[in-house]
């Protein structure tokens, strides 16, 4: 990638009139850009600046080298014998097999989340599978255009295959400048499905933004999807902060055998953009979600704490809420019909509690269960049906 391409792509493009046309049929699309449905409301920049480059914790990156699973093409010659299986590939990319498709989420096998080759967060292990060693994709799914999750040299090897994409509205500009045919990329408003073999694929509303450069912030959409079979149901949140949608997206396509959901890059100066842990425990209860599968973690620094708290806390929330976690190690594979990955292979660290460092997303107070004066939740008086109900 030359510095020339790296500089324009910085700067950032701006959709056509016609795409300006055709993102106007979005209710997502007001005044000119794509909006959250709940205002996002940011702490000083500055301030936020200035911790990410001079403060945050002594531990934000791996001081010894990380227990990954290298991976292969012979390790995925046998398909799930259960018709579901989940690898965590780092940070937010996923392979997952289901209804015998295989589908590749926010694959990202560049050194740097960035779109320069020596700036940006590095990230803390090479790629555990070569692209030339993938076995056959059916389908790639982006879920919005950062850095830490779409890819141009990825996405413009895993093209030249014939391998067809799937994008919220406005990605696929993105995809079209990179010399990558519309007929290629299928792209989706929020709530809007796409059917690959057995599955129903069904984009689904987050909280979050979009903006690969200076000025091109809210000019595509940005989503998680749900993926639904006969025999299985799996969420992927993307990114996003607490909303009100995670109760719809519930009600309209679980409960979920898996949910694979962020948990990491929090802070409370950001908290209208991504969940922390405690919250992303909320939503998946919210979402009707049985295995939880922490993402979004352990491969960039792209926050001010540790690199191990997220996930600590969240196994914390987890439990005092009852809900099964999975921690696989960077590239293992598993079958949630055989068991969960459950071993700690993270070094201990120390970290923050939620009560030393709280995360909170704005105007969703209602969508937590009252603590009384004894510190208990308040369930009394709720009907079962009711959502906000702790389970």
Request: proline residues 8%; negative net charge.
């Amino acid at each position: 990638m030359s510095l020339w391409h790296s500089l324009r792509e910085g700067i950032g493009f701006r959709p056509s009139r016609s795409d300006r046309q055709r993102y106007a049929n979005s209710p997502q699309w007001r005044d000119g850009r794509f909006r959250p449905t709940l205002a996002r409301k940011d702490g000083s920049m500055l301030t936020a600046a200035m911790k990410f480059f001079f403060g945050g914790n002594q531990h934000r990156s791996p001081d010894a080298p990380i227990p990954v699973v290298a991976r292969k093409r012979g390790d995925f010659d046998m398909p799930p014998t259960t018709g579901l299986r989940v690898t965590w590939l780092g940070h937010s990319t996923l392979l997952l097999e289901i209804a015998g498709q295989r589908i590749l989420i926010d694959p990202v096998w560049s050194e740097r989340a960035s779109g320069f080759r020596s700036v940006g967060p590095r990230r803390f292990f090479p790629p555990l599978i070569s692209l030339a060693d993938l076995p056959p994709i059916d389908l790639v799914v982006l879920s919005h255009d950062h850095y830490d999750h779409l890819d141009e040299s990825v996405v413009r090897e895993l093209a030249a295959r014939g391998i067809p994409f799937l994008a919220p509205l406005g990605v696929g500009t993105d995809l079209a400048r990179w010399g990558i045919a519309a007929s290629q990329c299928t792209e989706l408003d929020w709530w809007e499905s796409f059917r690959i073999g057995g599955i129903t694929i069904t984009a689904t509303p987050a909280r979050h933004f979009s903006s690969r450069g200076l000025l091109d912030h809210g000019q595509s959409l940005w989503c998680g999807f749900a993926f639904v079979s006969d025999r299985h149901r799996v969420y992927y949140a993307g990114d996003t902060a607490m909303q009100d949608e995670f109760i719809a997206i519930g009600e309209r396509l679980g409960p979920f055998d898996l949910v694979m959901i962020e948990v990491g890059a929090y802070n409370a100066l950001w908290a209208d953009v991504h969940l922390g842990p405690e919250q992303a425990v909320r939503a998946h209860q919210l979402a009707r979600g049985v295995v939880l599968l922490p993402i979004h973690w352990g491969m960039f620094d792209l926050a001010l704490h540790g690199w191990t708290e997220p996930i600590e806390r969240t196994l914390e929330a987890a439990m005092d809420a009852g809900i099964a976690v999975a921690t696989p190690r960077p590239g293992e594979s598993f079958e949630l019909a055989n068991g969960i990955p459950a071993e700690r292979w993270w070094p201990d660290l120390p970290w923050q509690r939620a009560a030393e460092a709280p995360v909170r997303s704005s105007g969703v107070d209602h969508l937590f269960p009252a603590v009384n004066a004894s510190g208990a939740a308040e369930t009394a008086g709720r009907d079962a049906g009711d959502p906000l109900r702790t389970p």
